[in-house]
């Protein structure tokens, strides 16, 4: 076993605390349901968390720290990946967007940035593409 084995890469990591941050925003309104369920295990394969990680992270997900990307347009499309999860139930309750919030700032976005984003991304979003969620998010009202 090699030692980038024992401890994953940096990218690995950062995937692991996105999806715990994912995992965490699906329970926030209670269950975990079925649609919700069907995203996370589309995330999981997207972002390369093997079974045994998505049942830890699934039993706790609040034990996985957010590694955030240098670059603005990862964060945002990780931002755009919470969002899909949010609204993949089609609503958005106070609890989801209080950590879509704290989300945003463990990204690095400051607070002022992260309020504008989440409230202009409430106001867009309904399932789009990545592309024209950036697009419109940029966009001025």
Known sequence: MSFSDLFGTGEHLRNLGHFAAIVNLAAADGEIN????????RFARKLDIGEEEYSKVLENPT???IHPHNSVEERLERLYDLFRIVYSDHDIEEEEEELLRRYAIGLGFSEKVSEGIIKRSMQIFSGMSFDDYRYLLNKEK
């Open 63 to 65: 034990s996985f720290p």
């Open 34 to 41: 079925a649609r919700e369920e069907a995203q996370l295990k």
